[in-house]
Structure formats: C-alpha cells, structure tokens
C-alpha cells in the first residue's frame, strides 16, 4: 500500500470535521439528564441572579475592585454595588438588606454561584428570616 496508515489519519482527521460523521456517530459515555427549566417570575422584583465580577482596578473614593451585581430575572435590570474584595458574608447580606430588599421588597428566590460568601450559614438564616429560597448556578452559567 501506498498509504500504510490511513485509517488512523482518515478516522482521527477526517471523520473529526465531517459534518455527516459527526451527527451520524452515535454519543458514546454517560446520558445526560433532562433540563429543568428554571421558574419564570410573574412579576419583576421576585427573583435575583446575584454573581460578583471580580479584577477591576481600584475606583472610586474607598479603591472599590469588585461589583456586585444583582439582575432581576422578571426585568432583566442589573443592579450595581461596588464592594471590596475582602468583604464578609455578612457585609454582602447588609448590602442587600438595606440597598435591595429597602427597594425591591422581600423577593422569594435569588440565584447565584457556589461563592464561599453566597453560601455561608448567615445566607441560610437570612433565607430562614424573609422566607426566601436559594438555588444555585453552575459555573460561568449565564
């Protein structure tokens, strides 16, 4: 044969970009589950996605770096609150006791991620005291 490696070079580069082997190739390992979709607020104000964005440079009068960045799920508003990197669960839960909750009322779901801060027991009794619940996200989720 002229070409005595074919099959891997065929399989391994070919097969790779061709649009028909591929949906053709049946998934191979472990099924994924089934999506859930998340609830839908009736109405703005209810539920909170709350994430942090991190590595901005210092600003403002106190050298603020981080954001706090509440969205409303109804509305789609974002709500921004400059902090310091080194604050507390409980500065966080301050934060949004007297700037969100004073505003928007008690809201009964907040998502965000799996930050030491959003999942701290002082979150747990503030879900206890308002009557909310908590869900989380996975990492990087939109």
Same mark, same amino acid.
């Given at each position: ?7 891997? %070079?065929?399989? #391994? ?11 053709? =190739? ?7 589950? =089934? ?12 539920? &909170?996605?709350? +994430? ?6 210092? /600003? ?11 969205? +409303?799920? &109804?509305?789609?508003?974002?709500? $921004? $609150?400059?902090?310091?990197? %080194? ?5 966080? #839960?301050?934060?949004?006791?007297? @700037? ?13 991620? @799996?930050?030491?801060? &959003?999942?701290? #027991?002082?979150?747990? =009794?503030? =879900?206890?005291? &308002? /009557? ?6 996975? #990492?990087?989720?939109?």
């Amino acid at each position: 044969m002229c070409w005595p490696m074919w099959q891997k %070079d065929v399989s #391994a580069e070919y097969c790779k970009t061709c649009y028909r082997c591929q949906k053709e =190739n049946k998934a191979t390992g472990k099924r994924l589950g =089934n999506i859930i979709k998340s609830q839908e607020p009736s109405r703005p104000r209810k539920i &909170f996605h709350m +994430d942090w964005v991190t590595g901005l440079p210092p /600003g403002g009068n106190k050298s603020y770096h981080v954001l706090l960045v509440i969205v +409303d799920k &109804f509305s789609t508003t974002p709500i $921004f $609150f400059p902090c310091h990197i %080194d604050d507390t669960s409980m500065d966080t #839960a301050l934060l949004i006791l007297n @700037r969100v909750v004073s505003w928007t009322g008690i809201f009964t779901k907040i998502i965000s991620e @799996r930050d030491p801060r &959003f999942t701290s #027991a002082l979150r747990t =009794n503030i =879900n206890q005291l &308002f /009557g909310t619940k908590s869900s989380f996200s996975t #990492a990087y989720h939109p």
